[in-house]
């Protein structure tokens, strides 16, 4: 019979300790977890980017529709359209929410100009009376008296979780809708769609 020396029952014990199964779970838990957090924090932030952008989608779409069905529009008007554009939002913040609307006309020269443009929360006029618009599509509209609603949004989307956004997203949304009562949008006094400026 061999007698057990110190060596052998470390060796013993370290053959156990290597064979022994218990904690290994604990360790896999431990080192998969984070991965699974910054993925489930990442899937929610990405699905409110994504709600973001379709929410800013349809409020463009549906601002400038409502604009084009109307003859005329005034200031209160436009401040009925911009508080609607805030309840679109919810549940996300619409504090970075800018929208403009702008009717633009054909002038006898054949250039689009802005006849008037509304302007939302937080957006800087940017487009005033008379400026030509070049950034409308070919062929939308290209003769003189032709006219569209331009509704522009953009908003800057902050993701709940800042280290995985940290500078958020920023989305632009532009529609064009042609005016369906009358050849364009009358603004405040004007008496007719005007083409020169």
């Known amino acids: 019979m061999r007698k057990s020396t110190p060596r052998m029952k470390s060796l013993a014990k370290c053959r156990d300790f290597i064979q022994d199964r218990r904690g290994v779970s604990a360790l896999e838990f431990a080192l998969i977890m984070p991965m699974?957090?910054?993925?489930?924090?990442?899937?929610?932030?990405?699905?409110q980017a994504l709600m973001a952008q379709r929410r800013i989608?349809?409020?463009?779409?549906?601002?400038?529709?409502?604009?084009?069905?109307?003859?005329?529009?005034?200031?209160?008007?436009?401040?009925?359209?911009?508080s609607v554009a805030g309840f679109m939002m919810k549940p996300?913040?619409?504090?970075?929410?800018?929208?403009?609307?702008?009717?633009?006309?054909?002038?006898?020269?054949?250039?689009p100009r802005v006849d008037w443009s509304g302007v939302g929360p937080t957006l800087a006029?940017?487009?005033?009376?008379?400026?030509?618009?070049?950034?409308?599509?070919?062929?939308?509209?290209?003769?003189a008296g032709d006219s569209v609603i331009m509704a522009e949004t953009s908003y800057t989307f902050i993701a709940p979780v800042k280290a995985l956004m940290p500078n958020g997203i920023n989305f632009k949304e532009v529609y064009y809708f042609r005016p369906r009562k009358s050849g364009c949008v009358l603004y405040g006094t004007e008496a007719a769609c005007p083409t020169t400026f």
């Open 36 to 47: 699974i957090i910054v993925l489930i924090f990442g899937m929610a932030n990405i699905s």
């Open 57 to 82: 989608n349809h409020i463009a779409s549906s601002m400038g529709d409502l604009t084009a069905q109307s003859q005329t529009m005034a200031d209160p008007d436009f401040q009925d359209i911009f």
């Open 92 to 111: 996300l913040d619409a504090t970075s929410l800018s929208i403009r609307i702008s009717s633009v006309i054909v002038d006898v020269n054949n250039k």
């Open 125 to 143: 006029p940017g487009l005033t009376h008379g400026d030509q618009v070049t950034t409308l599509p070919v062929g939308l509209i290209s003769t």
